[in-house]
C-alpha cells in the first residue's frame, strides 16, 4: 500500500495549496450614461469631450435627420471619423437614437 499512500499525501498536499485569488470584477469607476441632443456640426466637439470623459451618450438625432438630411449625414459621417480615430463604438438604434461608447465599454450587439 505504499503507492496509495504516496497518492493520499499528494491530494492532501494539493488541497491545502488551493487558494484563487480574488479580483474585483468590472471597472472600478461609474459610468454615465447621459442623453443629448445632436442639433449639427456645431455639437462634436462637446459630444467628443463628454465620451472622452468616459460617458456613455444616447445621441437623439430624429430631429436633425427631419430638420436637414444633408447636414445629419456630414455630421454622422464626422462623428463616425473619431469614433474610428478614438476606438469608441458606436451604435445607431431605430428610434432616432445613436449610442457613442468610450474604449472600456463593449456594447453587445
Known amino acids: 500500500?505504499?503507492?496509495?499512500?504516496?497518492?493520499?499525501?499528494?491530494?492532501?498536499?494539493?488541497?491545502?495549496?488551493?487558494?484563487?485569488?480574488?479580483?474585483?470584477?468590472?471597472?472600478?469607476?461609474?459610468?454615465?450614461?447621459?442623453?443629448?441632443?445632436?442639433?449639427?456640426?456645431?455639437?462634436?466637439?462637446?459630444?467628443?469631450?463628454?465620451?472622452?470623459?468616459?460617458?456613455?451618450?444616447?445621441?437623439?438625432?430624429f430631429d436633425l435627420q427631419k430638420k436637414d438630411l444633408g447636414q445629419f449625414k456630414q455630421t454622422v459621417q464626422m462623428i463616425k471619423r473619431r469614433c474610428i480615430q478614438f476606438g469608441w463604438d458606436i451604435v445607431g438604434i431605430e428610434e432616432g437614437y445613436m449610442v457613442l461608447a468610450p474604449k472600456f465599454v463593449k456594447i453587445m450587439r
Open 1 to 61: 500500500m505504499g503507492f496509495f499512500d504516496r497518492l493520499k499525501r499528494f491530494a492532501q498536499a494539493e488541497e491545502e495549496q488551493m487558494e484563487l485569488p480574488t479580483e474585483a470584477e468590472g471597472p472600478t469607476e461609474k459610468v454615465t450614461v447621459r442623453v443629448e441632443n445632436l442639433q449639427g456640426v456645431n455639437d462634436i466637439d462637446r459630444i467628443e469631450k463628454l465620451v472622452k470623459e468616459g460617458n456613455v451618450l444616447f445621441l437623439k438625432i
